[in-house]
C-alpha cells in the first residue's frame, strides 16, 4: 500500500514537468536540481530530452537562479572525475538524450541563492531547431542521485 502510493506520487509530479515548445519536436522530462549547501556558488540541473523530430542542438541554457547556465560534461580522465564545457548537446532525430549525475548536465554558474528542497524554478533552454522551450525544475534534497529523490510538497 505504502509502496503503489508513493509510485502513483511519483509518476503524478512529472505531470507538470513535460514542456512542449510551440511547433517545437522536443519534449524535455523530469527536470531536477539537487538542493545545495549554504554557500555554494554552482549547482547542477539534470534532465531528459526527447526528440520525435529531426536531428537538433541544444545550444544554450538559462534560469534566474544563477548568473549563467552552462553546458557541461562530465567523464574520467585516469581517476580523476573531470568536467569539461559543450558548445552544444547534441540531440539525435528521433532520440532521448539524459542529463545526469556523472554525464551531461547543466551547471548553474554563479548561483544567486541556495537551492532548497522543494523550490522550483524555470529553466530556458534554447535549440537550434526547436527554439526556445522552458521548464520548471525541482529541487531534490542534498545528496538526490536521480529525479526519484524528490519528495512531493503537496502540491
Ligand atoms: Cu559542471
Redesign the pocket.
Known amino acids: 500500500m505504502k509502496r503503489s502510493l508513493k509510485l502513483m506520487l511519483f509518476a503524478a509530479s512529472w505531470v507538470g514537468t513535460l514542456a512542449l515548445a510551440q511547433g517545437s519536436s522536443v519534449a524535455v522530462e523530469k527536470a531536477w536540481s539537487r538542493a545545495t549547501a549554504e554557500g555554494a556558488s554552482?549547482g547542477?540541473a539534470y534532465l531528459i530530452l526527447k526528440n520525435a523530430g529531426p536531428a537538433d542542438r541544444l545550444v544554450a541554457a538559462s534560469a534566474p537562479v544563477a548568473e549563467r547556465v552552462?553546458l557541461?560534461?562530465?567523464s574520467m580522465e585516469g581517476n580523476v572525475m573531470r568536467?569539461r564545457?559543450l558548445p552544444a548537446i547534441e540531440v539525435p532525430a528521433q532520440g532521448t538524450v539524459e542529463l545526469k549525475p556523472g554525464g551531461l548536465?547543466?551547471?548553474l554558474v554563479g548561483l544567486k541563492q541556495p537551492l532548497r528542497e522543494g523550490d522550483r524554478y524555470l529553466l530556458t533552454l534554447k535549440f537550434e531547431k526547436a527554439g526556445t522551450v522552458q521548464v520548471p525544475v525541482t529541487v531534490a534534497p542534498l545528496g538526490a542521485t536521480g529525479a526519484g529523490d524528490i519528495h512531493r510538497q503537496g502540491h
Do not use: S
Open positions: 554552482t547542477a552552462k557541461h560534461i562530465m568536467m564545457e548536465h547543466l551547471m
